[in-house]
């Protein structure tokens, strides 16, 4: 089991979002802490269901939602619950490049799928944390100013992902389009 997470994970009320899939990954990475998890697939009954708990004064603290959310999507749904609700958007990697800003603009946090234990977690901690904001993520590294990382990958998504962990350290990253790229 993953060790306790410092929020108190059980005490809290959550509302899933989008597909039986995500609803299944979520459900099971909360499993060994047994918070209250409802789920509906689509954004109009989630907003029915999330006011509904609101107006009976049991609501709902942290609301996932599915980025691949047909109707109004999940950055429109996201900002409406803004200072409501902790919001979480789970989206894949290939997404985080095209709408990982637009999510934490809303004021919400990403959440990669597919969804692990370690990573709800990680992203419940830092959206529950009120200074979690105003301090970037972690990235680990030392200061290694003045270095040249040289990486390659077939995938955009996953050269901005890279380009975007390094920023900031002071290491000139040079990203190829793949590995034959990066022999020349």
Same mark, same amino acid.
Do not use: Q
């Given at each position: 089991a993953p060790p306790p997470p410092t929020v108190a994970v059980r005490s +809290?009320?959550?509302?899933?979002?989008?597909? $039986?899939? &995500?609803d299944d990954a979520v459900t099971g990475a909360l499993a060994a802490w $047994?918070?209250? #998890?409802?789920?509906t697939v689509n954004e109009v009954e989630g907003e029915r269901l999330f006011h509904t708990a609101l107006g009976k004064n049991d609501p709902f603290h942290v609301v996932v939602l599915d980025? =691949? +959310?047909? /109707? @109004?999507?999940?950055? =429109?749904?996201?900002? =409406? &619950?803004?200072?409501? $609700?902790? #919001?979480?958007?789970?989206?894949? +990697?290939?997404a985080l490049a095209d709408v990982g800003n637009l999510v934490e603009e809303i004021g919400a946090w990403p959440l990669l799928v597919p969804v692990t234990t370690e990573a709800? /977690? @990680? @992203?419940?901690?830092? =959206?529950?944390?009120?200074l979690a904001r105003l301090a970037p993520l972690p990235t680990d590294l030392?200061?290694?100013?003045?270095?040249?990382?040289?990486? @390659?990958d077939q995938d955009p998504d996953g050269r901005a992902l890279l380009q975007a962990f390094l920023d900031g350290t002071g290491i000139e990253v040079v990203v190829h389009k793949d590995a034959h790229a990066l022999l020349q």
């Open positions: +809290l009320r959550f509302l899933v979002i989008g597909s $039986a899939d &995500l $047994a918070p209250r #998890v409802e789920h980025a =691949a +959310l047909p /109707y @109004a999507g999940a950055i =429109a749904f996201g900002a =409406a &619950l803004r200072g409501h $609700a902790t #919001v979480l958007v789970a989206l894949p +990697l290939s709800l /977690y @990680a @992203a419940l901690e830092r =959206a529950l944390d009120p030392p200061d290694l100013g003045g270095r040249v990382v040289h990486a @390659a």
